[in-house]
């Protein structure tokens, strides 16, 4: 795609834009990068019937324009509910199947006419955290679930990112597919009290445990403002924290990982030149 805008070349971006694509709601908004604020309001569209790519990518296209008048240099991240590999989406637990081994990453680029960061929304809540929310400056090994439509996790270890990991498709106890049981839809859908809900839970993280010997838990999704009502039934060995964004994680953090991509981007670009300016000398 195009080349990076003269802003980003110099290294003086602040903002960027986040979306967050979710199976029920997509939601977008410009993003102070140093400091993970919300710079406009953030815009929420429902997700259309069927979470098909055309129609998804069409939403996504109207929430960037109602932003407004943004430098057309700006890093765009979007996150998406799905593994993605080398920009393509691989899975599709919560949107059509039609997703699967697309190539998501230029179909978005190819609508919004400029490069974009593409990545799975777990990750970017993770990444969100790690850059501004409760595993800042937290060393170790940090695991992070988000609990909603389905369960999201993502993998920190010393403030770095191992993308894609997929925890809540775990089989555990005679359940093949552990989110179906254990995320916070399953509570709705069975109607269940939190202690019930943390009873499942309790053997969804002690699991975890066992797995991974975390040096700390943050539970993210909107319903982990109401952590009071289901830590207390946990006893597990790790410290366990809520986020401290929920619902703008993914926003945060796929806006975060654009400006990071595009530092990147700027960093290749001065060593290129370096490069050929020392071999012409
Ligand atoms: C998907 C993950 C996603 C999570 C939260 C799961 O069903 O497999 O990729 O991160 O839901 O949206």
Not at 112 to 127: K, M, P, S, W
Not at 250 to 273: C, F, K, N, Q, S
């Amino acid at each position: 795609m195009g080349a990076a805008p003269t802003a980003t070349r110099l290294g003086f971006v602040s903002t960027a834009i986040g979306i967050d694509i979710g199976g029920t709601g997509i939601k977008g908004a410009i993003v102070d990068i140093h400091t993970g604020e919300l710079q406009t309001a953030r815009i929420k569209k429902p997700t259309p019937e069927g979470g098909e790519p055309d129609a998804i990518v069409g939403v996504v296209v109207s929430i960037i324009a109602e932003l407004g008048d943004v430098p057309h240099g700006t890093p765009v991240g979007v996150c998406f509910p799905a593994i993605v590999q080398q920009g393509r989406t691989m899975s599709a637990a919560n949107v059509s199947d039609k997703w699967i081994g697309l190539s998501a990453e230029s179909l978005f680029e190819k609508a919004l006419d400029r490069d974009i960061t593409f990545v799975n929304d777990a990750d970017a809540a993770g990444y969100a955290e790690a850059q501004f929310g409760a595993a800042k400056d937290r060393k170790g090994l940090i695991l992070l679930t988000t609990l909603g439509t389905g369960i999201g996790s993502a993998i920190i270890y010393n403030g770095v990112l191992v993308p894609n990991a997929e925890l809540g498709h775990i089989a555990l106890d005679g359940h093949e597919d552990y989110e179906r049981f254990a995320s916070y839809a399953a509570m709705e859908r069975d109607d269940i009290s939190w202690k019930k809900w943390a009873g499942r839970l309790q053997k969804y993280y002690a699991h975890l445990e066992k797995l991974f010997s975390p040096d700390l838990f943050i539970v993210g999704g909107g319903v982990s403002k109401h952590w009071d009502e289901f830590f207390p039934y946990l006893h597990l060995k790790t410290e366990i924290v809520p986020a401290a964004f929920r619902n703008n994680a993914g926003i945060l953090g796929a806006a975060a990982l654009a400006a990071h991509t595009a530092g990147i981007r700027v960093a290749d670009e001065a060593r290129d030149l370096i490069e050929k300016a020392t071999t012409n000398s």
